[in-house]
């Protein structure tokens, strides 16, 4: 049962242009979204969160889109880095549930220089 | 800037027996997590602790698992008898209680 879903396990994109990382759920209940970023041998690092009230969160090269009605969120990375290179997990949760994250598979990013 | 810590970084343990698991949440934080990931699959919530008890725990923590806070610092997972597929990352997690959680490092643990 995947509620939160991240179809592309991997993104390859070169040094300065827009990553765009997808995520869809299924859960109408999640009213709050997070993305953490994962380096090998390190754990999630939180990145960037949206509320439900909201459709658009940004933070300097980091912007979170939420569509509710699709149940669809991404995050865009501009410019991306090769610094970025790593794992994107997408993660929902809500107050019903004691805001614990459910999380996608994750996706790939590399950014090539 | 504070963090989570966990030991050992790497467990290797065989079939059946116990082990233990250690996180030192970020001090001022008041919630506790332990999450797993096994290779290649998602991240899974196991269990969260608040004001010394568990708060909510998923299907996968089962009675062969517990959780305690042995004193003001330290945050344990015990297994009790090791199975072949409890072989995952472990990551412990804290938080103010505020959505977002801070993620240790992660113990990678092999049973073989």
């Known amino acids: 049962d995947q509620q939160v879903k991240q179809n592309s396990p991997s993104l390859s994109v070169q040094e300065g242009r827009i990553s765009i990382l997808n995520c869809d759920y299924t859960n109408s209940m999640f009213d709050y979204f997070l993305w953490y970023k994962k380096y090998p041998a390190e754990g999630p690092t939180f990145l960037i969160s949206i509320s439900s009230i909201k459709d658009k969160n940004e933070d300097g090269r980091f912007t979170v889109f939420l569509n509710k009605s699709a149940k669809h969120l991404s995050l865009h990375i501009v410019p991306s880095q090769p610094g970025d290179s790593a794992v994107y997990f997408c993660?929902?949760?809500?107050?019903?549930?004691?805001?614990?994250?459910?999380f996608g598979r994750g996706t790939s990013l590399i950014v090539h220089p | 800037e504070p963090e989570v810590t966990q030991t050992p970084s790497h467990q290797v343990t065989q079939m059946g027996q116990e082990v233990i698991l250690r996180c030192v949440p970020i001090s001022n934080h008041l919630y506790f997590y332990w999450y797993r990931q096994i290779l290649g699959q998602k991240v899974e919530f196991l269990v969260s602790?608040?004001?010394?008890?568990?708060?909510?725990k998923s299907e996968i923590f089962d009675d062969q698992f517990s959780v305690e806070r042995p004193d003001g610092s330290n945050f344990t997972l015990k297994i009790r008898s090791t199975k072949l597929e409890d072989s995952a990352m472990y990551f412990c997690?804290?938080?103010?209680?505020?959505?977002?959680?801070?993620f240790g490092p992660g113990t990678r643990l092999t049973v073989t």
């Open positions: 997690a804290s938080s103010e209680g505020t959505p977002g959680q801070y």
């Open positions: 602790f608040y004001n010394n008890e568990i708060s909510e």
């Open positions: 993660a929902a949760s809500s107050l019903g549930g004691s805001y614990i994250p459910t």
